[in-house]
Nanobody, 117 residues
Framework: QVQLVESGGGLVQAGGSLRLSCVASGIIFKISNMGWYRQAPGKQRELVATITSGGLTNYADSVKGRFTISRDNRKNTMYLQMDSLKPEDTAVYYC???????????WGQGTQVTVSS
């Protein structure tokens, strides 16, 4: 089993920054892709950004140029640097990890990000 734990959420003003972290533990061998998703009140969960084990990244248009996804495989940790935050970014942010063998998908518990105007 794989466990994912997010941290770093909080309350910030528009234009501010936050950095989210996701630590993977358990049987982490052969984790390939990881990503961040978010769900705002009354809306469906949506993709924010993904990153492969080799470091290739992909971003939703709504965050492109403002957010940066990265990972440190030695520490089994993924990050989401969020700059120029907008009130529209307010959501619960979830960590995701994938194993190609299976395949299998894992989710964290989520961390709240609130951006005030």
């Amino acid at each position: 089993q794989v466990q994912l734990v997010e941290s770093g959420g909080g309350l910030v003003q528009a234009g501010g920054s936050l950095r989210l972290s996701c630590v993977a533990s358990g049987i982490i061998f052969k984790i390939s892709n990881m990503g961040w998703y978010r769900q705002a009140p009354g809306k469906q969960r949506e993709l924010v950004a993904t990153i492969t084990s080799g470091g290739l990244t992909n971003y939703a248009d709504s965050v492109k140029g403002r957010f940066t996804i990265s990972r440190d495989n030695r520490k089994n940790t993924m990050y989401l640097q969020m700059d120029s935050l907008k009130p529209e970014d307010t959501a619960v942010y979830y960590c995701n990890a994938v194993k190609n063998i299976g395949p299998r998908v894992y989710w964290g518990q989520g961390t709240q990000v609130t951006v005030s105007s």
